[in-house]
């Protein structure tokens, strides 16, 4: 497994957009791709002719961000089409899949990009849940349950297997949170908000571990792999509620978002990644990597999907957040 220094400061990556090919004929969602490191992918994917979904929550962000994509790479023979969500709003994913579906007939990959980061105390979404678990866990989870059906319809048209995937983005800074999984709040039935706001983030990041380690082993019998990766330590947007300091001390030391793209990058198209490494774990800037051992004790099923009175492992995550969302039968 590379160190946590290895991956904090990896190597160059060696899985770049020349070893891609061409993706023409291939469809994939981006989300958080009207900026950082989903705009850079997405602009990877699209210089090599995919016809690639730039999913966000501001349809000027995204018109904006394909205008510069399409700028950037005049000669490419690719797609690029505006999915305009917010994962924090519910009703808007749902709305958001029912025109892509009208439109697409195969999704080859979706990759879970968008995330938030350290909002103020006490932020909620819409429908009043933690705006950070909502954005980073419970809107994905939605996103990739309404897509599951036309990603398995891809992956058993497919003549060559392992090439449909599901990429989740979880970060290096999971890795330090408390031994096992998620806590628990048996009050609220959900995951617990945490006083400590860089502790919740990390909870949720554990959450996009958990989620792709239980959608491979329900949806890897279909053909279809998932992955968590942690893109690694660059300068984005996630930072922008982080104090000054922290942000320009984080501006000189981390790499530009390109780097991050490399990682999912990796996750998303690399004819590595196969069936024996689904519900597996990428390191930065597209390596193998082992999912730390406090966190993969979370991964081992326990009695009703609880480690104990206070704490979820994947399958109990994954359960939970379908009860709180409701919507979401099992599969």
């Not at 945490?194 to 990390?202: D, E, I, K, S, V």
């Not at 390191?283 to 993969?296: K, L, S």
Request: aromatic share 8%; charged share 20%.
């Amino acid at each position: 497994m590379p160190s946590a220094f290895s991956q904090a400061f990896p190597p160059a990556p060696t899985f770049t957009e020349k070893n891609v090919g061409s993706l023409k004929g291939k469809v994939i969602i981006v989300t958080g791709s009207a900026s950082g490191v989903g705009y850079e992918l997405a602009k990877l994917l699209y210089g090599q002719g995919g016809n690639i979904y730039i999913a966000a929550r501001s349809s000027e962000k995204v018109d904006r961000a394909i205008e510069s994509i399409k700028a950037s790479v005049p000669s490419s023979k690719g797609h690029l089409a505006p999915l305009i969500l917010d994962l924090a709003d519910f009703p808007t994913i749902k709305n958001a899949v029912d025109g892509f579906l009208q439109k697409e007939n195969r999704l080859d990959v979706l990759v879970h990009n968008a995330g938030l980061m350290t909002p103020p105390a006490g932020s909620k979404s819409k429908l009043g849940y933690d705006l950070e678990m909502a954005t980073n866990c419970m809107g994905p989870f939605i996103l990739n349950h309404l897509l599951e059906s036309i990603l398995t319809r891809t992956a058993h048209a497919e003549s060559i297997p392992d090439h449909v995937r599901v990429v989740w983005v979880s970060s290096m800074i999971a890795a330090f949170v408390p031994p096992g999984g998620i806590q628990f709040d048996e009050k609220s039935g959900s995951p617990k908000v945490l006083a400590n706001t860089m502790h919740n983030y990390m909870q949720s990041k554990v959450g996009n571990v958990f989620l792709a380690s239980e959608a491979a082993k329900r949806l890897g019998g279909d053909g279809v792999i998932s992955m968590s990766v942690n893109p690694g330590l660059m300068k984005t947007e996630l930072q922008r509620h982080m104090p000054r300091v922290q942000s320009i001390i984080m501006g000189i030391l981390f790499k530009p978002p390109l780097f991050g793209a490399y990682s999912e990058l990796f996750a998303a198209l690399s004819p590595q990644v196969k069936a024996e490494h689904n519900g597996g774990f990428v390191v930065p800037w597209g390596r193998f990597g082992d999912i730390p051992d406090h966190i993969e004790e979370g991964l081992k099923p326990r009695a009703e999907g609880v480690l104990n009175s206070k704490r979820l492992d994947a399958a109990g995550f994954y359960s939970v957040t379908r009860v709180n969302l409701v919507l979401v039968p099992e599969r």
